[in-house]
DNA sequence: AAAGCGTTTATTTTT
DNA sequence: TAAACGCTTT
């Protein structure tokens, strides 16, 4: 019944039933925002696994974030019960880190890796250009960190990288990449790029193991196929090049991570590798509302680098776009929480249908700040919990225990909490081990077993007793990693490292520090439930894999701060872009850049970030904003002449200049998008409220009207009172408390 | 080894 | 602005 064809392919539109039903062969399935992708591929799946016949062991889906694999499987739950346990659905990196685990050996992958961090890679870095005696000041190793990924990315391992280097610092960087690579492998490390690119070098040079996991997975979807880079997408083809059932799902509009190597030109490969291949393309938007979507397509248009799609909806043309210029950021912020405020009253929202998204991090503080002031619950996407050194100090220790080679994990904790070993101890304890032909831990482990290594130890004899100590600690946190589930291996650690008297120093930050430590036990613990108990393997590369739109969680009842960035693939009723201004969004790096195609990239950041929306959209910038500490006057973002005026609500600047002439001239149905009065009065900015004249629009309702709420349901009008243009109508409801609303938001329908 | 102090530097976006 | 760094002193 529910795997029967009919049940599956009900309600989906005659291009998503293509999608679904298309299940041999290579498809390219381009699909526009809110055009129902994630249905398409979890409905595929059922497809696949019902009429099909398709066992779920043979199916593999490829997601890029955790989030979008875990939503992946909660759907296909209800939609094909049991079976979804042995689908195989992950990101390319937990799919790859499994594969390497399992076979990884055949090419030199120790079965213990663990994986390496930004904050590893760039330690590692620092101690390279440290060994090669290269000014630190004027090597910083973020611009040597990007190269290499590059690099990885394109499939350039560190000997092509060098023949093909053709200018002073990508000769540096073949060095640096050279000597980051052994690095890596002494300490049975891999990095992100690393768990793809052995992945393909595993599969390119043994076609045995190539060909048991082309048998495997006979059927392979890929969401956001136009984030992968070259290197993913050769690990696609060759996964996929035996039985061709490939489905790639993705759209080049919403493409916002070149800067991180995705390549657009992976969609139209895909054409030329599979020319066979299917295209279907969902333009069909289920999200929003026509005056959203309209905008929407006025802002990507006038990108070259894209195939021209003809989104529409059915939905209603909704209200207009609300357009605010703040005097500064504070005042930007107030907007937000203010509207939000107003929002909430009429009722008709939950704080978790809103979002405010911005283009960086930093734009965060001022909105917390605010919110915090208004009381309005909200939830900041991005403060990285992973990120905290509470956190990764613990998480060191646990790498350590269950990778003892992990050098940058012993670097970091060898003296934290501080137990008298400083930069000379670590120097002689280097020494000696490379003098005696031995790593580091090996030496530790002498120290603490009291073995000689066959060459004098340089160490002080206070040094090596404290080193002797430290050693014997790790080792009984080895031991204990056996026996104990994480949870109580970190309360372990904590303990008896005196990791937990070390925070705790009866400060505030360090109670709070110990909250952090508290959770990470219940991240633990809930891992332990419903995975084997004590993996600590599993539960190490859960937590290096997590990403920040992962913590995005929609149960808690509180508004959304999100970088347009990690706001893909989600969507609120109300959105807010905030900060639209030159040097912002666009970002000064792209404008700088001289690079088209990253301007481009910045158009598509701001399409993603409007196509979130449901209903409502507000867009704002600030006439001055402090950065680094100085007031600096902003200009409003030259996107601004892309969103058509006459479906704007607002007084602001940026849309009373002359706009772009633009291609659509569609009225829609005559008379305005919705009436004045239910129109919410955006705030005027503070220079204009001093000019703006309220226009009184009288209230339709009066005292003794008998009104219908969407929420509250029938109730009586108790008074009226005006408020500016709008107006505080107070209505009673039976068995609620008298509720106070505003005529504009309440939504109220006079019976 | 660690703490204190003055100076500087930086903010895209993240699997 | 505030985190990070390098220099000094204890």
């Given amino acids: 019944m529910l795997n029967s064809n009919e049940t599956i392919l009900e309600r989906l539109n005659p291009a998503q039933r293509d999608a679904v039903t298309t299940t041999r062969g290579p498809l390219l399935v381009l699909a526009g925002p809110g055009s129902g992708k994630t249905r398409v591929i979890t409905h595929r799946i059922a497809y696949l696994l019902g009429p099909g016949g398709v066992p779920a062991s043979a199916i593999l889906a490829v997601t890029f974030t955790k989030k979008a694999a875990h939503e992946m499987v909660e759907r296909l739950q209800t939609l094909v019960l049991g079976q979804s346990r042995h689908l195989l659905i992950g990101t390319f990196h937990s799919i790859c880190s499994r594969i390497l685990r399992q ?33 630190e000041k004027r090597n910083p190793p973020g611009a040597f960190l990007s190269r290499i990924s590059a690099a990885k990315s394109h499939l350039i391992g560190p ?51 190539l060909a048991k996991y082309q048998e495997r997975y006979q059927h392979i979807l890929v969401d956001e196929f136009q984030d992968t880079n070259l290197t993913q997408y050769a690990l696609i083809r060759l996964l996929g090049q035996r039985y061709r059932n490939v489905c790639v799902v993705g759209d080049e509009d919403q493409s916002v991570y070149s800067w991180r190597q995705a390549d657009i030109r992976n969609i139209l490969n895909f054409e030329n590798d599979f020319p066979d291949a299917r295209v279907v393309v969902l333009e069909q938007n289920y999200r929003s509302t026509q005056t959203i979507l309209w905008t929407a397509r006025e802002i990507i248009t006038p990108n070259r680098q894209r195939k021209d799609k003809r989104l529409f909806t059915e939905n209603d043309r909704g209200e207009r776009i609300f357009v605010f210029e703040g005097y500064d950021e504070n005042e930007e912020a107030q907007y937000v929480a203010t509207q939000i405020e107003r929002l909430l009253a009429s009722g008709t929202v ?35 919990f992973y990120e905290r050194k509470e956190i990764r100090d613990l998480l060191a220790y646990l790498r350590l225990c269950y990778n003892p080679n992990d050098l940058t ?70 031991a204990a990693s056996h026996e104990l589930v994480v949870g109580r291996l970190i309360e372990k650690i904590a303990s008896l490292t005196g990791y937990q008297e070390f925070l705790r120093d009866g400060s505030q930050e360090g109670e709070s520090r110990w909250e952090n430590v508290r959770e990470l036990m219940t991240v633990a613990d809930e891992f332990s439930a419903y995975d084997a108990p004590t993996s600590l393997a599993s539960f190490l590369e859960d937590v290096a894999l997590a990403a920040d739109a992962d913590e995005y969680d929609s149960s808690a009842d509180a508004v959304t701060l999100i970088t347009l960035h990690a706001a893909k693939g989600l969507e609120f009723d109300v959105v807010f872009i905030v900060g639209l201004e030159e040097g912002l969004c666009p970002h000064n790096r792209s404008i700088e850049s001289n690079d088209l195609s990253q301007l481009e990239e910045e158009r598509r950041l ?61 009225p829609g149905p005559a008379g305005p998008v919705t009436s004045r009065s239910s129109l919410p009065r ?59 609303l505003l005529a504009s938001y309440a939504n109220l329908r006079l019976l």
């Fill in 409 to 478: 994990s012993l670097e970091r904790i060898i003296n934290v909490p501080a137990r008298d070993i400083g930069a000379k101890s670590i120097a002689d304890l280097q020494l000696w081990a490379a003098r005696a032909g031995r790593t580091v831990p090996e030496a530790i482990r002498a120290l603490a077993l009291d073995e000689e290594l066959g060459v004098p130890c340089p160490l002080s004899k206070r040094a090596r007793t404290n080193v002797a100590e430290f050693g014997r600690l790790l080792m009984t946190l080895q």
């Fill in 606 to 666: 701001l399409y993603v970030g409007v196509t979130r929306a449901r209903r409502r959209l507000f867009l704002t910038y600030a006439s001055r904003r402090t950065q680094f500490g100085t007031v600096m006057p902003r200009q409003p973002s030259r996107f601004f002449k892309d969103v058509p005026r006459e479906l704007v609500f607002g007084t602001a600047r940026a849309v009373q200049a002359p706009g772009r002439r633009h291609g659509w001239t569609d």
């Fill in 682 to 740: 955006p705030l005027a900015s503070s220079s204009e409220a001093l000019r703006a004249k309220p226009a009184g629009t009288p209230t339709r309702f009066k005292p003794g009207d008998r009104v219908e709420h969407p929420k509250f349901g029938e109730g009586v009008i108790v008074s009226v009172e005006p408020r500016g243009e709008d107006a505080e109508v107070t209505v009673a409801f039976p068995d609620l408390p008298i509720k106070r």
């Fill in 350 to 384: 939950h704080y978790r249908d809103v979002a405010v998204m911005y283009r960086t991090n930093s734009q965060s503080r001022v909105l917390e700040k605010t919110f915090l002031r208004h009381r309005l619950p909200h939830k900041v996407v991005g403060m990285r």
């Fill in 159 to 209: 000997d092509e990288f060098r023949r093909a280097a053709d200018s002073y610092a990508d000769e540096l960087a073949a060095v640096v990449y050279q000597h980051y690579q052994e690095e890596l492998g002494k300490a049975d490390l891999l990095d992100f790029d690393d768990l793809i690119m052995r992945t393909v070098h595993l599969f390119q040079e043994r076609s045995d193991v």
């Fill in 103 to 135: 076979d990884g050996e055949a090419i030199g992958v120790a079965r213990t890796f663990t994986i390496a961090d930004e904050d590893d890679q760039e330690r590692i870095v620092r101690r390279v250009i440290k060994d090669l005696n290269w000014d």
